[in-house]
């Protein structure tokens, strides 16, 4: 018989393990394969350069940097939509905001920021767990090594957004219910290149507009750092879902294609659900129902260049990605006309992430420089 030691502290309650930890169900099958030899070139090489570039979240990052996130905010070379929005808003009849000075807009600066770097904590959590789902789904020995090291690199992303929160500007916040939903369903299709599509195409061509976004604004030395050591492997990802999927849909019907297409247009032009965090109005004393009409009529004022240089960003890696694929011009075309009709293609002969990851590099480039 288990005895029970009297000292040990009580098991959590139910409650508290549901706010820890999410249970998501995984319906793909696993493979096993006994093909060992290494039959794809690119994949042989991408893995090298993964192999070669790995870099250690604990030594090549400074964490003795001092970080003051007032003075981080006010540096940025220039305010978050969130508080841009929010400043035009503060002067519309009845706002929430019309008694906001420095302070307020300064504090919510702050609050965006940490809201931001969440989102960017809990993808690359996601993204981790995607990745380790392509090494036991994928048939390829070549691609199950790649998504090995992505699952390791996720990992350090994971913790280095973490840390950086924790050190240095506080609580982070929930997960986005858009991102949660996304990356759940991404984890339970049962088919593997769903997850690659989803992850390596869409996501993570959006984490290199959002990091670079962030990155070009930034000042603060560390931070500024770890954005470009995580582009340097996200743009690794992207390649290689570019290289694995190609192959894999040179040998799809048309039907299954079109399935591909659909996926693709209800992800990008059909779902305009974005990554919100209500809980900033609630730590800035205001609700997110009360802030929400005036923000969006502030939005109606304001330069639309504030909200279209990100997606300009995200699009003009995703298309030429996409193109790369064959997913564009499948089905007589059936996705060029979609987001034809959407404003998307102007970048669809931008470079494609498969042939330009290397100038991404920043953690070779750093070691070139410092053998010099």
Do not use: C
Request: hydrophobic share 40%; proline share 4%.
């Amino acid at each position: 018989m288990t005895s029970v030691d009297p000292s040990a502290p009580p098991l959590p309650s139910d409650d508290v393990v549901d706010d820890t930890i999410k249970l998501i169900s995984d319906n793909a099958p696993r493979i096993f394969s006994w093909k060992y030899e290494r039959e794809r070139p690119q994949l042989v090489t991408l893995y090298n350069k993964a192999m070669a570039s790995q870099w250690d979240s604990v030594n090549d990052l400074d964490w003795a940097t001092d970080v003051d996130p007032e003075f981080l905010t006010t540096t940025t070379q220039r305010d978050n939509v969130t508080v841009e929005l929010a400043r035009e808003a503060k002067h519309l009849p009845g706002s929430p905001f019309k008694n906001w000075g420095d302070k307020e807009f300064t504090e919510l600066s702050i609050e965006s920021l940490k809201a931001t770097l969440s989102q960017f904590m809990h993808g690359e959590q996601g993204a981790m767990m995607v990745a380790a789902k392509i090494v036991e789904t994928v048939p390829w020995i070549d691609a199950k090594y790649y998504a090995a090291t992505q699952t390791m690199d996720e990992a350090r992303h994971t913790e280095v957004f973490a840390k950086y929160l924790d050190l240095k500007l506080g609580d982070a916040y929930p997960m986005s219910p858009f991102l949660d939903e996304q990356i759940q369903l991404l984890i339970e299709d049962d088919r593997w290149d769903i997850s690659y599509l989803g992850m390596q195409i869409i996501i993570e061509s959006l984490a290199l507009a959002a990091f670079g976004q962030m990155l070009r604004v930034t000042e603060e030395p560390l931070l500024k750092k770890l954005l470009r050591y995580v582009l340097s492997d996200e743009a690794r990802h992207v390649a290689f879902g570019i290289l694995s999927l190609s192959e894999y849909y040179e040998n799809l019907t048309s039907a299954e294609l079109l399935d591909r297409q659909e996926f693709m247009a209800e992800n990008t032009i059909r779902n305009r659900t974005r990554s919100t965090t209500p809980e900033i109005w609630e730590r800035m004393g205001v609700s997110a129902k009360e802030a929400t009409p005036f923000l969006m009529e502030a939005a109606t004022k304001l330069d639309k260049s504030l909200f279209t240089g990100f997606q300009s960003a995200f699009f003009s890696k995703l298309v030429p990605n996409t193109r790369k694929l064959g997913l564009l011009d499948a089905n007589d075309g059936h996705l060029r006309n979609l987001w034809g009709e959407a404003g998307m293609l102007e970048w669809e002969f931008a470079d494609n992430t498969a042939d330009d990851y290397d100038t991404y590099d920043a953690v070779a480039a750093d070691r070139a420089a410092a053998a010099s």
